[in-house]
């Protein structure tokens, strides 16, 4: 998962983390580590690396922009489709209009920052 600068900061303030712990940089843009062990987000807490596994996010109130949106994703044309690799896919409404301004934004600034 994509993250900005400044969400980056306000994980290391909650957390006590150091950037390093939970980001890498991929093709220059900061990106949240999964955790070895389950593959999942180093925040989830999850014990299974089971996709359909129980889990809870331990950052929820200040999780990055990109988590908020998710399953919504932009495919390789920017059009916002919801993620093919998400297990619960079923579950969620139709990306709307509204979702592709905000995940376009979201593309935008992260290309600025990296």
């Known amino acids: 998962m994509p993250l900005t600068k400044a969400e980056a900061a306000l994980l290391t303030r909650r957390t006590g983390?150091?950037?390093?712990?939970?980001?890498?940089?991929?093709?220059?843009?900061?990106t949240l580590l999964n955790d070895e062990?389950?593959?999942?987000?180093?925040?989830?807490?999850?014990?299974?690396?089971?996709?359909?596994?129980?889990?809870?996010?331990?950052?929820?109130?200040?999780?990055?922009?990109?988590?908020r949106t998710y399953p919504n994703v932009l495919n390789h044309h920017d059009e916002v489709i919801l993620d093919e690799g998400?297990?619960?896919?079923?579950q969620f409404p139709e990306p709307t209009e509204e979702d592709a301004i905000v995940?376009?934004?979201?593309?935008?600034?992260?290309?600025?920052?990296?």
């Open 17 to 30: 983390m150091a950037i390093e712990n939970f980001t890498w940089r991929n093709n220059g843009i900061l």
């Open 103 to 114: 995940l376009l934004n979201l593309e935008e600034q992260l290309l600025r920052e990296g």
């Open 37 to 67: 062990k389950t593959r999942a987000c180093v925040f989830l807490l999850t014990a299974s690396s089971d996709a359909n596994a129980e889990g809870m996010c331990s950052v929820y109130e200040v999780r990055p922009q990109g988590c």
């Open 86 to 90: 998400c297990p619960h896919k079923a």
